[in-house]
T-cell receptor
Framework: DAGVIQSPRHEVTEMGQEVTLRCKPI?????LFWYRQTMMRGLELLIY????????DSGMPEDRFSAKMPNASFSTLKIQPSEPRDSAVYFC??????????FGQGTRLTVV | QKEVEQDPGPLSVPEGAIVSLNCTYS??????FMWYRQYSRKGPELLMY????GNKEDGRFTAQVDKSSKYISLFIRDSQPSDSATYLC??????????????FGQGTILTVHP
C-alpha cells in the first residue's frame, strides 16, 4: 500500500476562496482523522470518521469548515470562505481501532 | 482545559544526554498511550505504544505511564543528533461517545547538538 495520500501538497489561495483538501486512506482502515497543525496550537483534531460516518466534529473551528467521507477510500476537507488564519498544515491520518495511525505528508495551506 | 497537555519546549540538549518528555491528560477514558516523532516537513510517525501503567522499553527509548496521576513520559537515553525532531504524545479514547478518538499533545521540539 502506498500509505495515506493527500493532495495537494501545497495550496496558496486568496482570502474568500474555497479550498478543498483531499485524502485517500490506507485500504482496510476504518478510522480516518483530519488534523490541523500550527506552531501556536500544535496538532489539533478537527474531525474523525469511523466506517465513513463522522463521529466527533467538535474540533471543527467554524461553519466555514466541512468534511465528508463519501466512501471508504476518499475524504475531503473544505474551507469556504478561506481566511488568512486558516493557514496551517493539514494532515489526514487513518488507522484500525486502537492501532497505529498512519499520517499523510500533509497539505501546506497559505491563505493570502 | 485541553484534554492532553504537553510542554512545547523547545528543548536543547548535548549529545549523550538523557531527555525527559512529559504529558498530562484529563479524561480517565483514555486507555491507550502513544508517542509519535515528527521530522521537519513530514507527518508524525509512531515511536512507542502502551496501554498499561508502568514502563515499556525499546532500545534507547522508555515510555512510562502513571494512570493514577494521569501522567505519561518518554525518556531518551544517550540522545543522538538524529533524535532531533518534534515529539508528540497521543492518547486513544477507549470509552464513551468519542470511542476511537485520537488526541495529541502540542508536541515538544527537541534539538540534540553534537
Amino acid at each position: 500500500d502506498a500509505g495515506v495520500i493527500q493532495s495537494p501538497r501545497h495550496e496558496v489561495t486568496e482570502m474568500g476562496q474555497e479550498v478543498t483538501l483531499r485524502c485517500k486512506p490506507i485500504s482496510g482502515h476504518d478510522y480516518l482523522f483530519w488534523y490541523r497543525q500550527t506552531m501556536m496550537r500544535g496538532l489539533e483534531l478537527l474531525i474523525y470518521f469511523n466506517n465513513n460516518v463522522p463521529i466527533d466534529d467538535s474540533g471543527m473551528p467554524e461553519d466555514r469548515f466541512s468534511a465528508k467521507m463519501p466512501n471508504a477510500s476518499f475524504s475531503t476537507l473544505k474551507i469556504q470562505p478561506s481566511e488568512p488564519r486558516d493557514s496551517a498544515v493539514y494532515f489526514c491520518a487513518s488507522s484500525l481501532l486502537r492501532e497505529e495511525a498512519f499520517f499523510g505528508q500533509g497539505t501546506r495551506l497559505t491563505v493570502v | 482545559q485541553k484534554e492532553v497537555e504537553q510542554d512545547p519546549g523547545p528543548l536543547s540538549v548535548p549529545e549523550g544526554a538523557i531527555v525527559s518528555l512529559n504529558c498530562t491528560y484529563s479524561n480517565s477514558a483514555f486507555q491507550y498511550f502513544m508517542w509519535y516523532r515528527q521530522y521537519s516537513r513530514k507527518g508524525p510517525e509512531l515511536l512507542m505504544y502502551t496501554y498499561s501503567s508502568g514502563n515499556k522499553e525499546d532500545g534507547r527509548f522508555t515510555a512510562q505511564v502513571d494512570k493514577s496521576s494521569k501522567y505519561i513520559s518518554l525518556f531518551i537515553r544517550d540522545s543522538q543528533p538524529s533524535d532531533s525532531a518534534t515529539y508528540l504524545c497521543a492518547i486513544y479514547n477507549a470509552g464513551g461517545t468519542s470511542y476511537g478518538k485520537l488526541t495529541f499533545g502540542q508536541g515538544t521540539i527537541l534539538t540534540v547538538h553534537p
